[in-house]
């Protein structure tokens, strides 16, 4: 099945709704209720409620309030939900906030974990599911991550990493220009143990990394990365990072766009 027909035969869930559905899901297992026993109290539906914490289904922010309001929830994380409960048909989701930048985090895990192939076109940097711990610490630590941050940072994109490589079921395929190789990032102890995981990474059956020499001429990949996620399951999606935000396509148009991208690079 090819990307056009993926995006056509896909269901509602997008993105943000697939954030909105973990935050929502997450919420009732904080409180220790049951599915059947939350839809019960809130006079809904259990098939209802659970298409709405899998995305499937989009609740309105009424709903949303009222299913926070049964939990109890107050303050910030309120806050930070039912913002996502608004936007949901959004065809382009930018993250520019905190807040939504871990929702944005947690939506491509979620899209990570069910992908059948991931393509990371990535001119300039080792791609993120490539990198060393040192070589992600140091892009952090040089980018002004504040302190704080670095090492929960560091984990989660090695937690990603390990994911992936533990279920060995997604196709991860690396293209990735001789700039990246070449570009010193940390120091040169870095770059060795970055340069000898990436030999280790490519024997690895589902591991899949080509590199565009300096010689190959223009091609797209050049104008920025991308990271594009597709699956047996749902409608693809594709990913990208933009300075200290993010940006989540999931319409046809911009899939096939870059689909396009990756077939030409």
């Not at 109890?72 to 930018?94: N, P, S």
């Not at 929960?152 to 937690?159: A, E, P, S, Y």
């Not at 079921?169 to 010193?184: D, K, M, P, W, Y």
Request: proline share 5%.
């Amino acid at each position: 099945m090819d990307v056009n027909q993926r995006c056509r035969s896909g269901n509602n869930r997008t993105p943000r709704t697939r954030a909105l559905g973990n935050a929502l899901r997450e919420a009732r297992l904080d409180r220790d209720i049951g599915l059947r026993q939350f839809a019960k109290d809130i006079g809904r539906d259990a098939s209802l409620l659970s298409r709405w914490e899998t995305g499937d289904r989009t609740p309105t922010p009424t709903d949303v309030a009222q299913i926070l309001g049964k939990l109890g929830m107050k303050g910030e994380r309120y806050d930070e939900i039912i913002e996502l409960a608004y936007g949901t048909d959004d065809v382009r989701w930018v993250a520019t906030t905190l807040p939504e930048q871990k929702a944005q985090l947690a939506a491509l895990l979620d899209y990570e974990r069910t992908a059948t192939v991931v393509t990371d076109v990535s001119p300039l940097l080792v791609p993120g599911l490539l990198q060393t711990s040192d070589y992600a610490r140091a892009i952090m630590t040089g980018g002004g991550v504040p302190a704080s941050d670095v090492s929960t940072r560091v984990t989660i994109r090695m937690g990603r990493r390990e994911d992936m490589n533990r279920r060995g079921s997604t196709r991860f395929v690396a293209l990735i220009g001789e700039a990246a190789l070449r570009q010193l990032i940390g120091d040169r102890r870095t770059m060795v143990g970055q340069l000898a995981f990436l030999l280790e990474m490519a024997e690895l059956a589902h591991i899949e990394i080509r590199v565009l020499p300096f010689d190959s001429g223009w091609h797209p990949g050049l104008i920025n990365g991308s990271l594009m996620i597709e699956s047996e399951v749902q409608p693809p999606a594709v990913y990208l990072e933009i300075g200290d935000s993010g940006l989540f396509l999931h319409t046809r148009p911009d899939v096939v766009f870059y689909r396009q991208v990756v077939d030409r690079v």
